[in-house]
């Protein structure tokens, strides 16, 4: 049997396979199991590695990555694509593609017909909050309906992030133990991220006396001043990303993996930006760069440079 697993879901497709690999007794695995990288691969090395004899197995798994992207057009790919066909019965070869795979190639088209595909596309909505659920199970614990929601809020659809959230969640609990959105919001939620996106609110807001207390928590958090000034650019710029994808009327979800952020601070952001004036967010922006220039050069103390820009801001 031939297969190719292909889709964004890195974490599913990385359970199928650990699931054709627990095919073979942990003993055997590494004498019936051969991975190959497709960056690097060779019809000789692929048919060596697909013709060896399994041993104390009726059959072999030749796992190979990214061949689709990186065989080259021409005579490469119909090199592959005309030895899968002799591909012996006893060998299972998996395609696992990380990226998007191009449709029109020889090498998809010749698997579309005579391959199993598997494409793991993210979980989105009530499949996703089952499968949550489900995972929080099978750790041993109960998670609250509310909770469940908070963590994909924050999380966003990244399987390996939920899991390793969960994980971190189910241990804090113990076994037997219920999550809670409190347990989501001590464990997952980013204290300082928190203050900044408070801080950002009043800074739209001009209240000025909040929007100083909101910087002298930062502060107490441990942050330097002209690290502060950073993350607040960093979030103007997720600001002026978020309003123009919101302009195009695209959806949150697909705006965070747009600006690489999760789906919570995007929604978050989208609050925020409706605080500010047209062109206001460029001109703050601007202005972080002109007083960080100078907090470098020495013609102003960064604490005394962020609360005058705070001052502005507010004005």
């Known amino acids: 049997m031939i297969y190719l ?30 991975t190959l990288e497709g960056r690097k691969l060779k019809i000789d090395t692929l048919a060596m590695a697909c013709e060896a004899m399994p041993f104390l197995s009726d059959k072999r798994l030749v796992i190979v990555s990214d061949a689709l992207k990186h065989t ?35 090498l998809f088209t010749y698997l579309k017909k005579s391959a199993t595909i598997e494409e793991f596309i993210p979980l989105q909505g009530s499949e996703l909050t089952r499968w949550v659920a489900e995972r929080a199970k099978a750790l041993g ?12 809020e ?19 609990v113990g076994r037997g133990g219920r999550i809670s959105p409190a347990d989501v919001d001590l464990l997952v939620q980013d204290g300082q991220e928190q203050n900044l996106f408070s801080f950002i609110d009043d800074l739209s807001a001009r209240n000025l006396g909040n929007a100083l ?22 979030q103007m710029r997720v600001l002026l990303g978020v309003r123009e994808l919101s302009a195009q009327r ?8 747009e600006l690489g952020q999760r789906p919570f601070v995007v929604r978050k952001a989208m609050e925020q930006v409706r605080g500010f004036a047209a062109g206001e967010l460029e001109r703050l922006h601007d202005r972080l760069l002109d007083l960080d220039l100078a907090t470098k050069t020495g013609r102003i103390q960064p604490q005394v440079a962020l609360e005058l820009f705070v001052a502005e801001a507010c004005r």
Request: net charge negative; aromatic share 8%; with cysteine.
């Open 213 to 234: 207390r909101g910087a002298r928590r930062l502060l107490d958090d441990g942050q330097a001043p002209t690290y502060i000034m950073f993350m607040l650019a960093r």
């Open 72 to 106: 080259k057009a021409g005579k490469d790919r119909e090199n592959l694509r005309d030895y899968l066909s002799q591909v012996p019965p006893a060998c299972d070869v998996v395609f696992v593609e990380s990226d998007e795979v191009d449709r029109r190639s020889i």
């Open 141 to 152: 614990v109960r998670l609250e309906k509310d909770a469940s929601q908070r963590l994909i």
């Open 250 to 257: 695209r959806r949150p979800d697909d705006i965070a993996t």
């Open 154 to 172: 924050f999380v966003g659809s990244d399987s390996w992030a939920l899991v390793n959230e969960l994980d971190k969640l189910a241990s804090y």
């Open 5 to 34: 697993f292909h889709g964004a879901d890195e974490y599913q497709r990385s359970q199928a396979l650990a699931r054709m690999r627990a095919d073979f007794p942990p003993d055997l695995a590494d004498l019936n199991v051969s």
